[in-house]
Structures are given as C-alpha cells and as structure tokens.
C-alpha cells in the first residue's frame, strides 16, 4: 500500500511554454502532498506543501507564480511550471502523506528538460 | 532553522563490509528522524524511521540506526553490505508536531563492490 504515482515520468518542453506535473496517491488519501526539486548530486529541496482544498504554502526563494501548486482532492496534486525557462530543467518528485505524524510516501518523479 | 548534515559523500565498501553512514541535524526542539533510500533509477524508500522510544530502531533490510540525542546524531548502519545495497541514502528531519515538512541532508552515494 502507500503508493504514490507521478505523470509524466519526462516531458521536454520548450522555452517559454508551460508543463503540468501531476502526483496521484493510489491507495490512500493524502492531506498533504509534498513537491520538491532535485538538481543533480544534490538533495532534494522542498519547494512547496500542499493541503487539500487550500492553497499551496511555498518556501522561501520559490517563486509561487512560477509553480502553481494544486491540491484539489485527496488523491491528486498538480504543479504547473509557467513559461519554463532552461534553469528550471530539473528533477521533480512530490511525496504525499496522510497526517501530521505520518511518514512521507514518495513518487518516482518527474524529468523536465526545458530547450 | 532546521539544517542536516550528511559529512559522506560518497562511500565505497567491498561487500560484507559493514556500513556507517554519519547524519547531524540541527534544531532546537523535538524531531523525528528518517533514512531514506534510493536504489538507481528508482524513486525513495523509507529504511526507518525514529518518533520516539528505543533510540535503536530497526529498519528494513538489516538497517538499522541510533539516535543519540545528545550528539544531534541519527547514524545509519548495517553490519555486513551487499551489492544490492549500492544507492544513495538521505537523512530527513522534521519538527514533531508542528509540520510533517522533511529537511533532508545531501545524501551519500553508497557503492558496494562485489
């Protein structure tokens, strides 16, 4: 149980267009789901929290016009990358959880590669 | 701030070497304590985890990992490696009770030499 499925696993986009990243809990319902950014042989950095049916609370530097963050239900969030430049190619990976001391169930990400 | 140390970077172990990965958070109330785990290719695991209790928490796969309060400190370890074992580890911290948001550390690539 507690899985969590990300869509599309690449996407290659042009500069200046925009990609929605979506992150499913398959199993469980998730309160909160986690998108964070990964840039290579670094760790993972939380960009953004996302409760169901509020809006998204961003972390310091991330820009929330830039990342749009949508939590609609408890088994979906989106995040839109808006007009994707070449430095927001990256690996992004969301993780959804089910309460405040449940763990963190991760996706498998999402490669973006902006030209 | 919330911050977490992981001073290995890079480890390389001949199997049924044992393993020591060090992990140092930084934060002045209470915390719980992940390692987390990432096979290539594949997307992170949870190894184990501290919320409270036994200090040594056992996890899966023959992990297990200390909390010493004292020294801000939640090593990873396991007595004897595998070539499987060859991935990239991350150690996480969160505030307990204020938020399930994970801090995590730079991760240490592991490979294991058969």
């Known amino acids: 149980g507690a899985v969590v499925s990300q869509h599309p696993s690449r996407v290659i986009c042009k500069s200046g267009t925009s990609v929605k990243i979506e992150c499913r809990s398959l199993?469980?319902?998730?309160?909160?789901m986690f998108w964070y950014r990964q840039f290579p042989k670094q760790s993972l950095m939380l960009m953004a929290t996302?409760?169901?049916?509020?809006?998204?609370?961003?972390e310091q530097g991330v820009e929330k016009d830039k990342f749009l963050i949508n939590h609609a239900s408890l088994t979906l969030s989106t995040l839109t990358v808006t007009s994707a430049h070449p430095e927001d190619s990256s690996f992004y990976i969301c993780?959804?959880?089910?309460?405040?001391?449940?763990?963190?169930?991760f996706g498998p990400g999402t490669r973006l590669t902006v030209t | 701030a919330q911050s977490v140390s992981q001073h290995n970077h890079h480890v390389i172990l001949s199997e049924a070497a044992s393993l020591e990965l060090g992990c140092n958070y930084s934060?002045?109330?209470?915390?719980?304590l992940f390692w987390y785990v990432q096979y290539p290719g594949q997307h992170l695991q949870l190894l184990l985890k501290?919320?409270?209790?036994?200090?040594l928490v056992k996890g899966i796969k023959g992990f297990e990992a200390e909390f010493i309060k004292s020294k801000f400190s939640f090593n990873l370890r396991k007595p004897s490696v595998q070539w499987s074992d060859t991935a990239e580890y991350f150690c996480?911290?969160?505030?307990?009770?204020?938020?399930?948001?994970?801090?995590f550390g730079t991760g240490t690539l592991l490979a294991v030499q058969p």
């Open positions: 501290y919320f409270s209790g036994d200090p």
């Open positions: 934060y002045g109330g209470t915390v719980n």
């Open positions: 996302s409760n169901e049916g509020s809006k998204a609370t961003y």
């Open positions: 199993d469980f319902q998730a309160t909160t």
């Open positions: 996480a911290v969160n505030a307990r009770g204020a938020t399930n948001k994970l801090i």
């Open positions: 993780s959804a959880s089910r309460g405040l001391e449940d763990e963190q169930y």
